[in-house]
């Protein structure tokens, strides 16, 4: 059986600055981003300026996906937004920020897949493309996020190894 992960006292400082528990759980929409061992839930601060239609959440995927020229599931976009999830990463939570990391993330693999260091327009795609991930991106709790996901965030694969290299 796999062992329940733990919120560090750095964690919980994190949620506590970075998110907000609300008096009334909401019967629709994403769901916490976050959950303490007390049951206490806590949502991105902009939980309420997210979009709960699910018709236009997919209108405004499409149009972002299209601008982007990116594809997502739409059907799985919508079921992993219903979970909290990008809430955790994004700091604010849009279909258009689902669909704008989903494109810089790809840029990203692109551009590290084929290195040119020499290059100076390489250079500045690629420093181009992790600033703005950087902009989109929370900086995810420091040990509970790192833990549970069973893999390291984005943010440290994209942002901060790529910038290490």
């Not at 018709?55 to 997502?72: D, G, I, N, S, Y």
């Not at 991106?137 to 790529?162: A, K, L, N, Q």
């Amino acid at each position: 059986m796999e062992a329940a992960v733990e919120f560090t006292p750095d964690d919980l400082a994190y949620i506590e600055e970075n998110f907000v528990s609300l008096e009334v759980r909401p019967e629709f929409g994403p769901r916490a981003s976050y959950v303490l061992d007390d049951g206490t839930e806590f949502y991105p601060h902009d939980y309420f300026s997210q979009e709960m239609n699910e018709a236009r959440f997919r209108a405004r995927l499409h149009a972002e996906m299209h601008a982007q020229k990116v594809t997502l599931d739409p059907d799985e976009t919508w079921e992993e937004y219903l979970t909290g999830i990008y809430g955790v990463c994004l700091q604010s939570v849009t279909p258009e920020n689902i669909v704008r990391k989903a494109a810089l993330l790809q840029r990203i693999g692109a551009l590290t897949a084929a290195p040119d260091p020499q290059n100076a327009t390489w250079i500045a795609d690629l420093k181009r493309a992790v600033d703005a991930l950087d902009a989109l991106e929370r900086p995810f709790s420091p040990h509970y996020d790192r833990i549970r996901f069973g893999r390291p965030p984005t943010r440290d694969t994209y942002i901060r190894d790529v910038r290490r290299r």
